[in-house]
Structures are given as structure tokens and as C-alpha cells.
């Protein structure tokens, strides 16, 4: 017996009845309907891969006709809405996303349905509650006449793309600013090596100057008191003794200053710190440093001495900062001119200060003055000796105290240093 593959076969057929009513048979037809049937199952199949593909796809797929209500969403679009299949579909764009929400989007919509393919991004809060950065797209639906049914619509969620976006900006402008700094930093630096190399330049000859300077007046001092052929009286003697003696002593000066601001510049320097009566060291440093100033035509005077000021320092060292500040105020104070020195305290500190009464300091120099190498007017010659060293070691040097060496506003002509 021959078998043949089942067909699918759809009938019809009406009853047959008499005259009087009686039933007869019926007349119906009957077609094959196998390869429809084959059709439909390929068609439920493929929707259902489309309905699995479009349920899963991270992106809201939805379908909206020309009046704007919903035909078809896919699963992303209901977690996002957050409503059922049955809640959304036939309802309108405002209903779901309300009023305010949908005039952000309201003229997209409306270039959309007029028939233009539409891409752009915007910020949105969904009614899940979450706010999203998204790429939105609208792809026009059109009849075959070339009017608009409606459109599809696509929002892919790109909230991290904009945060990677931004971090990566904030990443370049760090970068950028970490450049800058950077660049900056490597110009001072150039700038400042530049300037070391010029006060290296300075202090070479400034020392080569200064060194030389004393060193002919001894040279040549001794070589006349060497010399057998030259007659030589004991006042030119003398005299020549007193000229290579002053200006050995100005290079033994020097060469401390040096070792000094070396040895505070590396560290080195240790104080020998003790309890000691501020008041009575004052008086003592202008009591060693009144023959210098004599030399120079000036005067000394303690015009304001506080008592019994104790502090916790190293007396030498203090003496030293005196001499260096005494010594300045002589040698930029006019012939007869007087120094003023004042010692005194409040509840919370002491203060010492030197004024003279001198041509008074530019304000090139004052901005400078306790740097190495820097002297003041050096028109007259009573003060052109010295390195420039004297101000940084004793600002040095009191900086080890825990203290501050400044010079004070003043007015036209004086030089009030204190400490």
C-alpha cells in the first residue's frame, strides 16, 4: 500500500434539505491548504526569532503611528516605561513619558513624522526612575503613496559612554594642566639656574674684587717695607704696618663671612642655645662695636635699653647679627651721624632694632637686601668695603632662632633693621 504525506485539507460545505424540510446530505468542497499551513509555521517562527531578538536587545525598540500612540515595544522599552505589554500599547507618547518630558523631544517628533530619518542625544528622566544619557533615533514609516504611518523609534542607553567621555576629558585636562605646571616649573627652574650662574658670575668677580683689592694694599705695603734701597722714616713705617694690618683684617673678615654663609647655607651651622639676658647683650655688642663706628665718624646710642629681657640663644652668634648690622648702620650713616639701638618686649616676644640715619635704601635693593652678594650704595668710600654677605648671615642666623630678620617701614633717609 502506497503512503502518501499527510496534506492539510479545508472544507465547506452547506446541508441539503427536501421541500418539506426533510435533511438530504450536503454539498461542500474541499481544497488542499498544505503549502498555506507550511507558510504560517515559517511565519510564527520567524516572528518568534524577531520577537526573542527584539525582547533582548539592550536598545528601547518601539513602533508609534502617525497620531503618536504606541503599536509595538519591545521588553527593553517596558523594564524602562515601566508598564505591561497590555498597558502601552494604543497609548500616547504624552500618557507614558507625561507633558514636560515630551516637549524636550516634541520638535524630533514632529521632523520625524513630517518624514526625515532623525539621530541625537539628550539626558532623560524615564518613569523606571532612572535619568539616562541616550542616542534616540526615528526611522519614518511610509505607505506606498509616500505618507507617513508613523515611525520606529530606537534610545541606546550611552550613560557610560558619556561618563568614560568624561572622565577621559577630565583625564586630558589634568594632563594638560599637569603640562603646564610642569613646564612651568621646568622654566623657573631653568630661570632660576640662569640666575644662580649670574650671581655665581657676580660673586666671582665680587670676590676676585674684593680679595684683590686688600691683597695689593698688603702686597704692596710690604714690598716698599722689603725694599733696602728705599729710605723709610718710622711714621711711613708705621703707616705701612697700619695699611697692611687694616687690610689683613678686612680679608680675614671676608674669608669668615664666606666660610659662615657656606657653612648656613649647608646646615652646618649649630647654635649653643642657653637662657641669657637679651638686654645685657645688646649693651655688650655696642659696647665692642663703638671703636668702628668711631673710625667711622659715628655714634652709638642705646635709645631705649628694657631690662633684664631673658631669651633662649646663642649669645656669640647674636653678637655676631649686632656686629654685622652695627657695622652696616656705620657705613651708611653721614660723617657725625648717630645710630639709635633699642632693646624691648611685649607679653610675647623681644625685639631689638638698629636705625641710622643714612641715604636711606632703594627700593630696588630693599627687596633684595638680605640676599648674598648685595650691598648698598657704594658711591662713598667709606662704604664700599664688603662682600654683601653681612644681611644673609645674620638673617641666617637669627632664623635659627626661631625669629625674623626684617627691615621696617621707615621714613625718607633711615634704615631701621630689627629683629
Not at 238 to 264: F, G, M, P, Y
Request: proline share 3%.
Amino acid at each position: 500500500m502506497n503512503s502518501a504525506p499527510a496534506q492539510w485539507i479545508s472544507v465547506s460545505g452547506n446541508p441539503i434539505f427536501s421541500e418539506n424540510g426533510v435533511f438530504l446530505g450536503y454539498r461542500g468542497v474541499a481544497n488542499v491548504i498544505t503549502e498555506r499551513k507550511i507558510a504560517e509555521a515559517k511565519l510564527r517562527a520567524t516572528n518568534a526569532e524577531f520577537k526573542l531578538v527584539l525582547d533582548n536587545v539592550p536598545t528601547v525598540i518601539t513602533r508609534v503611528d502617525k497620531h503618536l500612540n504606541f503599536v509595538l515595544v519591545n521588553a527593553t522599552a517596558l523594564r524602562w516605561y515601566g508598564v505591561t505589554h497590555n498597558e502601552i500599547i494604543g497609548k500616547n507618547v504624552k500618557d507614558v513619558f507625561g507633558e514636560e518630558a515630551c516637549k524636550k523631544v516634541l520638535p524630533y517628533l514632529q521632523r520625524a513624522l513630517s518624514g526625515e530619518t532623525i539621530s541625537f542625544e539628550t539626558t532623560m528622566a524615564y518613569p523606571d526612575g532612572e535619568t539616562r544619557s541616550v542616542l534616540i533615533s526615528y526611522l519614518p514609516e511610509k505607505a506606498a503613496n509616500g505618507d507617513v504611518m508613523g515611525f520606529i523609534s530606537m534610545a541606546a542607553d550611552i550613560s557610560e559612554k558619556k561618563k568614560l567621555e568624561a572622565f577621559q576629558l577630565k583625564a586630558r585636562d589634568d594632563l594638560e594642566e599637569k603640562v603646564k605646571l610642569r613646564t612651568a616649573e621646568l622654566q623657573a627652574a631653568r630661570n632660576e639656574a640662569e640666575a644662580a650662574n649670574e650671581i655665581k658670575s657676580e660673586m666671582i668677580t665680587t670676590m676676585s674684587h674684593e680679595l684683590r683689592t686688600p691683597l695689593t694694599s698688603i702686597v704692596g705695603s710690604l714690598r716698599i717695607l722689603a725694599d733696602r734701597s728705599v729710605e723709610i722714616d718710622e711714621a711711613s713705617r708705621a703707616e705701612l704696618l697700619n695699611i697692611a694690618q687694616r687690610n689683613s683684617d678686612q680679608l680675614t673678615v671676608l674669608v669668615h663671612d664666606i666660610v659662615n654663609i657656606e657653612r648656613l647655607d649647608a646646615g652646618a651651622t649649630k647654635l649653643d642655645k642657653k637662657i641669657i639676658n637679651l638686654s645685657d647683650t645688646v649693651q655688650e655688642a655696642v659696647g665692642l662695636n663703638v671703636g668702628y663706628a668711631s673710625e667711622k665718624g659715628t655714634v652709638l646710642n642705646l635709645s631705649q635699653v628694657t631690662p633684664d629681657i631673658f631669651v633662649d640663644g646663642d649669645k656669640t652668634r647674636l653678637l655676631q647679627v649686632m656686629a654685622n648690622l652695627i657695622s652696616n648702620a656705620c657705613k651708611f650713616s653721614p660723617v657725625g651721624g648717630t645710630i639709635s639701638i633699642s632693646v624691648s618686649n611685649d607679653e610675647r616676644r623681644a625685639k631689638v632694632e638698629i636705625s641710622d640715619k643714612g641715604p636711606g635704601i632703594s627700593d630696588e635693593i630693599r627687596s633684595a637686601i638680605f640676599e648674598k652678594y648685595i650691598r648698598g650704595d657704594t658711591t662713598d668710600s667709606r662704604n664700599s668695603s664688603g662682600a654683601g654677605l653681612g644681611s644673609s648671615i645674620a638673617k641666617s642666623i637669627i632664623e635659627l632662632h626661631a625669629a625674623k630678620l626684617g627691615l621696617t617701614a621707615a621714613r625718607q633717609g633711615e634704615r631701621p633693621f630689627s629683629f
